[in-house]
Protein backbone atom coordinates (compact mmCIF):
# COMPACT_ATOMS: atom_id res chain seq x y z
CA UNK A 1 0.00 0.00 0.00
CA UNK A 2 2.73 2.55 1.18
CA UNK A 3 4.43 1.91 -2.73
CA UNK A 4 0.86 2.69 -4.24
CA UNK A 5 0.66 5.53 -2.34
CA UNK A 6 4.21 6.90 -3.42
CA UNK A 7 3.39 6.01 -6.93
CA UNK A 8 -0.26 7.79 -6.74
CA UNK A 9 2.25 10.96 -5.37
CA UNK A 10 4.97 10.94 -7.91
CA UNK A 11 2.18 11.06 -10.57
CA UNK A 12 0.35 14.04 -9.34
CA UNK A 13 3.75 15.92 -9.12
CA UNK A 14 4.61 15.17 -12.15
CA UNK A 15 1.18 16.19 -13.87
CA UNK A 16 1.27 19.24 -12.22
CA UNK A 17 4.72 20.02 -13.52
CA UNK A 18 3.28 19.65 -16.93
CA UNK A 19 0.44 21.68 -16.61
CA UNK A 20 1.89 24.29 -14.60
CA UNK A 21 4.08 26.32 -17.52
CA UNK A 22 0.97 25.40 -19.99
CA UNK A 23 -1.07 27.70 -17.68
CA UNK A 24 1.54 29.99 -17.00
CA UNK A 25 2.54 30.86 -20.59
CA UNK A 26 -1.35 31.53 -21.52
CA UNK A 27 -0.20 34.85 -21.97
CA UNK A 28 1.20 36.29 -25.01
CA UNK A 29 4.71 38.12 -24.63
CA UNK A 30 7.01 39.78 -27.19
CA UNK A 31 9.91 38.69 -26.07
CA UNK A 32 8.90 34.80 -26.27
CA UNK A 33 10.09 32.55 -28.94
CA UNK A 34 7.67 31.93 -32.02
CA UNK A 35 8.52 28.32 -32.57
CA UNK A 36 7.80 25.18 -30.21
CA UNK A 37 10.10 24.59 -27.51
CA UNK A 38 13.19 26.37 -26.16
CA UNK A 39 16.72 26.32 -27.39
CA UNK A 40 18.01 28.29 -24.10
CA UNK A 41 21.11 27.81 -21.78
CA UNK A 42 20.69 28.72 -18.62
CA UNK A 43 21.45 28.43 -15.01
CA UNK A 44 19.37 28.83 -12.16
CA UNK A 45 18.45 28.11 -8.65
CA UNK A 46 15.27 26.90 -6.73
CA UNK A 47 13.36 24.18 -4.01
CA UNK A 48 13.93 20.89 -4.18
CA UNK A 49 12.15 18.34 -1.81
CA UNK A 50 12.84 14.41 -0.92
CA UNK A 51 9.73 12.34 -1.42
CA UNK A 52 11.33 9.53 -0.06
CA UNK A 53 13.05 8.01 2.47
CA UNK A 54 15.50 4.70 2.66
CA UNK A 55 14.05 2.98 5.87
CA UNK A 56 16.93 3.78 7.99
CA UNK A 57 18.06 5.91 9.83
CA UNK A 58 19.76 9.02 7.99
CA UNK A 59 17.29 8.08 5.35
CA UNK A 60 14.54 10.40 5.95
CA UNK A 61 13.12 12.89 2.85
CA UNK A 62 14.80 15.74 2.91
CA UNK A 63 14.08 19.53 1.99
CA UNK A 64 16.75 21.79 0.89
CA UNK A 65 17.49 23.68 -2.39
CA UNK A 66 19.08 23.22 -5.91
CA UNK A 67 20.62 24.92 -8.58
CA UNK A 68 20.67 23.49 -12.32
CA UNK A 69 22.18 24.14 -15.57
CA UNK A 70 21.44 23.50 -18.95
CA UNK A 71 23.85 24.00 -21.73
CA UNK A 72 22.02 23.12 -25.33
CA UNK A 73 23.83 20.95 -27.75
CA UNK A 74 23.88 22.23 -31.55
CA UNK A 75 21.06 22.14 -33.41
CA UNK A 76 20.17 18.35 -31.97
CA UNK A 77 17.62 17.57 -29.32
CA UNK A 78 20.14 17.33 -26.91
CA UNK A 79 20.99 19.31 -23.58
CA UNK A 80 24.06 18.64 -21.50
CA UNK A 81 22.65 19.29 -17.82
CA UNK A 82 23.84 19.83 -13.92
CA UNK A 83 22.21 20.01 -11.32
CA UNK A 84 22.79 20.04 -7.50
CA UNK A 85 20.62 19.41 -4.95
CA UNK A 86 21.53 20.40 -1.29
CA UNK A 87 20.36 20.20 2.05
CA UNK A 88 21.85 21.71 5.50
CA UNK A 89 24.20 18.51 5.35
CA UNK A 90 25.51 17.58 2.26
CA UNK A 91 24.76 17.54 -1.36
CA UNK A 92 24.16 15.29 -4.23
CA UNK A 93 25.87 17.04 -7.88
CA UNK A 94 24.26 15.47 -10.71
CA UNK A 95 25.53 15.63 -14.30
CA UNK A 96 22.82 13.97 -17.07
CA UNK A 97 21.98 14.23 -20.40
CA UNK A 98 18.30 14.81 -21.47
CA UNK A 99 16.31 14.54 -25.12
CA UNK A 100 14.37 17.61 -25.42
CA UNK A 101 11.12 17.34 -26.85
CA UNK A 102 9.64 20.85 -27.81
CA UNK A 103 5.66 21.16 -26.42
CA UNK A 104 4.55 24.53 -27.01
CA UNK A 105 5.97 27.80 -27.49
CA UNK A 106 8.88 28.20 -25.32
CA UNK A 107 8.16 25.28 -23.83
CA UNK A 108 10.18 21.55 -23.43
CA UNK A 109 9.87 18.54 -22.03
CA UNK A 110 13.06 16.39 -21.43
CA UNK A 111 14.12 13.08 -20.20
CA UNK A 112 17.44 11.77 -19.30
CA UNK A 113 19.86 10.03 -16.84
CA UNK A 114 23.22 10.43 -15.35
CA UNK A 115 24.92 10.06 -12.08
CA UNK A 116 24.61 11.17 -8.91
CA UNK A 117 27.90 11.72 -6.82
CA UNK A 118 26.86 12.79 -3.00
CA UNK A 119 29.63 14.99 -1.35
CA UNK A 120 29.36 12.96 2.14
CA UNK A 121 27.53 9.34 1.51
CA UNK A 122 25.96 8.55 4.32
CA UNK A 123 24.09 11.90 4.71
CA UNK A 124 20.88 13.27 3.91
CA UNK A 125 20.34 15.10 0.24
CA UNK A 126 16.98 15.56 -1.23
CA UNK A 127 17.82 12.54 -3.80
CA UNK A 128 19.17 9.80 -1.44
CA UNK A 129 22.45 9.65 1.04
CA UNK A 130 24.60 7.45 -1.73
CA UNK A 131 26.36 7.94 -5.28
CA UNK A 132 24.35 5.78 -8.32
CA UNK A 133 22.54 6.53 -11.52
CA UNK A 134 20.00 8.88 -11.77
CA UNK A 135 17.09 8.87 -14.18
CA UNK A 136 15.35 12.18 -14.83
CA UNK A 137 12.24 13.72 -16.14
CA UNK A 138 11.32 17.93 -16.27
CA UNK A 139 9.45 20.57 -17.89
CA UNK A 140 10.80 24.27 -18.69
CA UNK A 141 9.23 27.35 -20.01
CA UNK A 142 10.70 31.08 -20.94
CA UNK A 143 8.10 32.81 -19.22
CA UNK A 144 9.75 36.42 -19.25
CA UNK A 145 13.29 37.70 -21.35
CA UNK A 146 15.87 35.80 -20.57
CA UNK A 147 13.95 34.12 -17.48
CA UNK A 148 12.73 30.53 -17.38
CA UNK A 149 11.18 28.14 -14.82
CA UNK A 150 11.76 24.87 -14.46
CA UNK A 151 10.53 21.74 -12.76
CA UNK A 152 11.62 17.77 -12.58
CA UNK A 153 11.48 15.02 -10.96
CA UNK A 154 14.76 13.10 -10.27
CA UNK A 155 14.96 9.49 -9.14
CA UNK A 156 17.85 8.42 -7.73
CA UNK A 157 18.19 4.21 -8.42
CA UNK A 158 19.73 2.24 -5.07
CA UNK A 159 20.17 5.40 -4.05
CA UNK A 160 20.58 4.99 0.07
CA UNK A 161 23.35 3.29 2.08
CA UNK A 162 22.36 -0.14 3.67
CA UNK A 163 19.06 -0.08 1.43
CA UNK A 164 17.93 -1.00 -1.75
CA UNK A 165 15.55 1.59 -1.86
CA UNK A 166 15.12 4.31 -4.72
CA UNK A 167 14.72 7.95 -4.39
CA UNK A 168 12.59 10.74 -5.85
CA UNK A 169 13.13 14.13 -5.75
CA UNK A 170 11.09 17.42 -7.19
CA UNK A 171 13.31 20.32 -8.21
CA UNK A 172 11.83 23.48 -9.22
CA UNK A 173 13.31 26.99 -9.44
CA UNK A 174 13.95 30.02 -12.12
CA UNK A 175 16.59 30.05 -14.81
CA UNK A 176 18.42 32.84 -15.98
CA UNK A 177 19.27 32.49 -19.83
CA UNK A 178 22.63 33.19 -20.75
CA UNK A 179 22.70 31.95 -24.70
Not at 43 to 50: C, W
Not at 145 to 163: D, E, H, K, W
Amino acid sequence: MQGFLKSVMTISALSSLVIAPVLLSAGEASAMPKERGTNASYVGGGISAGLTNGGKNGDAATFGGNVAARAKLGNLPVSARGQINFSDETSAIIPNVTVDIPILRGTNLYLGGGYQFVEKNGKPTPSGNKDGIAAIAGIESEVARNFLIYSNATVGINAYQNSSASSVSINSGVGFRFK
